[in-house]
């Protein structure tokens, strides 16, 4: 039953992957994406990572990726690209060479994992006591070891993530040369 | 290893508990479908009598059969797929749309003995079972998953056209449902805060007095909320920008025809009926009886089939609420739905968490509840004052922009 899982999900995640990067279309690339997504989730769910799983899909595929077809809708630019024009001229070496890089680099790391085994993590005693629960005990876990042994990690990542959005906004709203901004509300 | 169902746990084909699964995965679908059916009646029912007209009468007593009709007729209409469309993802959208609004019944408990604190479970055929197809620890984020899956279906078949009514149609979908979507998370964070629990199953479990209900427990205002952004999230009346159709023909789904159309058709009745549950099970304590006149549960005659009556009437109420919802209030503009969605119910609903946790926390610590009770009003107040601040001072300079709102 696990391995069929396993072939299931993981024919999902490369059959995505592959129409990620063969589909000329960009609405059917980010669709392919969708189910990549997808697979990874399931493979989560089969490792008993539910909340894992059911977070890559609000976020991912919920919200980024459609997002993404937000974008290639309201561009108009839901046509095949000309592949013949390279806008960078360094884009397309440099992707080979990092390609490259990052699949030797993958298959260093399995076969060195496999030599010598993965150190083991010791979780803080709140978290063991979490996974004692069997029901919750995964979610628990996981919210005791965001919220206390990592909070502040936690809070640094949302304020960055604010501080994002404001940016966004700023820079998306500059204004013309010759206008100010009211900034309080007193001024006029 | 899935969690499903502790029946699964020793997986063997062609055993009782294999049975049992299955039969519950048919109840739910055919039960599913034949709700539509009877919920696209209702709504058409229940509308001209609002609207003091007869509404379906010819087809079966009381018109009960025209849903049948028209899904008949529906069904041998030609199937047309526009030139400039692209035409998997034309064909792929409906199901999108619909397989979703399907998935979210998995979760639902759908009855069994939740009274003094019993955890739903009931025996069928000697084997001990809960009356709800999964009960997954992530129960809540997997409702929340699919009804941002949900968004596929309508963006996807908007854009697939290749016509623009049906895009602008969608495109609007999207970025209302996803403006909503956030509300909607928040109210929902509420319960799980009350309750302590992700899965649907504990919810209810938790919600055994009428005190106890998420509803009460939150204090109502988590509760209007989800109803309100469950509502756009089902783009039904107030908020069926989608299609509307004195500005967009017919929205997102102009272009369909025949049993595509249809399929969109069933995924709008069966999304109402299935947030409908959604909201029982959350706020209304699922399946959980109501103690009337110091009965525990006037339905105990009907024995273990009480829960899911109980169920039923609650989801009835909704889905009323929903069809009343529909003949009273007339459409939003888009600029009320956005500001509405984020300048109203997302503050409202994360001050409301917050505040509901301050109290939470002021338990555990014993602190003074009148005091956490003034000090959390009074930083709610200097927010509100903050963000109302801040919307006039953005509101003037658009209008200095010559922005049209």
Redesign the interface.
């Known amino acids: ?2 391995l069929f ?1 396993f072939i299931v999900a993981g024919a999902m995640v490369l059959g995505g992957a592959v129409g990620v990067v063969l589909r000329t ?1 960009p ?2 690339a980010a ?1 392919s994406l ?1 189910l990549t997504l997808f697979g990874i989730a399931v493979l989560f ?2 490792q ?1 990572a ?2 894992l ?3 890559e ?2 976020v991912y ?3 980024i990726v ?1 997002l993404f ?2 974008v290639i ?2 561009l108009g630019i ?1 046509r095949a690209e000309d592949l013949h024009v390279e806008p960078f001229k360094i884009q397309r070496p440099a992707a080979l060479v990092i390609g490259v890089g990052l699949v030797s680099l993958l298959g260093i790391a399995v076969i060195a994992s496999r030599e010598h085994p993965v150190p083991t993590v010791t979780p803080s005693q709140a978290v063991t006591d979490a996974l004692a629960d069997p ?2 005990g ?2 628990r876990a996981l919210a005791r070891d965001v919220f206390s042994d990592h909070v502040l990690a936690f809070e640094l990542t949302s304020a960055l993530l604010v501080i994002a959005v404001v940016a966004t906004v700023i820079l998306a709203r500059k204004p013309r040369k010759g ?1 100010t ?5 007193s001024a006029q | ?3 499903v169902d502790s029946l699964l746990d020793h ?1 063997k084909l062609f055993s009782i508990p294999t049975l049992i699964v299955i039969i519950k995965v048919l109840v739910v679908f055919v039960v599913g479908l034949v709700g539509t059916m009877l919920m696209v009646w209702f709504e058409r029912k229940v509308i001209a009598f609002m609207q003091n007209r007869i509404g379906p009468n010819k087809a079966g007593p009381k018109g009960l059969l025209q849903t049948l009709a028209d899904g008949t007729k529906l069904f041998f209409k030609e199937d047309l797929i526009p030139d400039k469309s ?1 035409r ?2 034309f064909k792929l959208a409906p199901y999108l749309a619909f397989v979703p609004a399907f998935l979210v019944w998995a979760i639902i408990p759908l009855g069994g003995d939740f009274s003094n604190g019993k955890n739903g479970d009931v025996k069928i055929l000697g084997h001990v079972t809960k009356l709800q197809l999964a009960d ?3 129960g809540v ?2 409702l ?2 699919l009804s ?2 949900a ?2 279906g309508i ?2 078949a908007g ?1 697939s056209s290749g016509s623009k009514y049906p ?1 602008l149609g ?2 609007r979908a ?2 209302q449902m ?1 403006s909503y ?1 956030a509300a909607l998370g928040l109210s929902l964070a509420t319960v799980i805060l009350v309750t302590g ?3 649907t199953n ?1 919810i209810v479990a938790s919600q055994f007095t009428f005190s106890r209900w998420s509803v009460i427990a939150t204090g109502v205002l988590p509760f209007a909320i989800f109803l309100i952004a469950a509502t756009a999230e089902l783009n039904r009346p107030p908020f069926d920008l989608v299609e509307a159709e004195q500005e967009l023909v017919g929205g997102f789904n102009t272009e369909y025809s025949s049993i595509r159309f249809a399929l969109f058709f069933l995924a709008e009745f069966m999304n109402t009926i299935t947030m409908s549950g959604v909201i029982v099970t959350l706020f209304f304590g699922g399946p959980q009886p109501l103690r009337i006149a110091g009965h525990a549960n006037v339905l105990q005659f009907l024995g273990p089939v009480s829960g899911t009556v109980w169920l039923l009437l609650k989801v009835l109420v909704f889905l009323y609420v929903y069809v009343w919802f529909r003949a009273t209030l007339p459409r939003l503009r888009y600029d009320q739905l956005m500001n509405l969605g984020w300048k109203l119910m997302i503050p409202l609903a994360l001050g409301w968490f917050m505040l509901l946790a301050f109290f939470r926390v002021g338990q555990d610590s014993g602190w003074n509840t009148w005091v956490i009770g003034v000090a959390g009003i009074a930083v709610m107040a200097l927010c509100a004052g903050l963000l109302q ?1 801040a919307s ?2 953005s509101a ?2 658009r209008e ?1 922009e010559g922005a049209m709102f």
Do not use: C
């Open positions: 039953m696990q899982v279309h609405v059917h669709l969708v769910i089969a008993d539910q909340f799983a059911a977070v899909v609000i595929a919920g919200a459609v077809l937000f809708m309201l839901d029901h919750n995964n979610i206008e901004y009211i900034v309080s509300g | 290893m899935f969690a997986i692209d998997f993802v997954p620890p992530v984020l997997l929340l998953a941002s899956i968004i596929y963006m996807l854009w895009l969608s495109v999207s970025a996803i979507e629990t992700l899965s504990g601040l006039k001072v003037r300079n200095r």
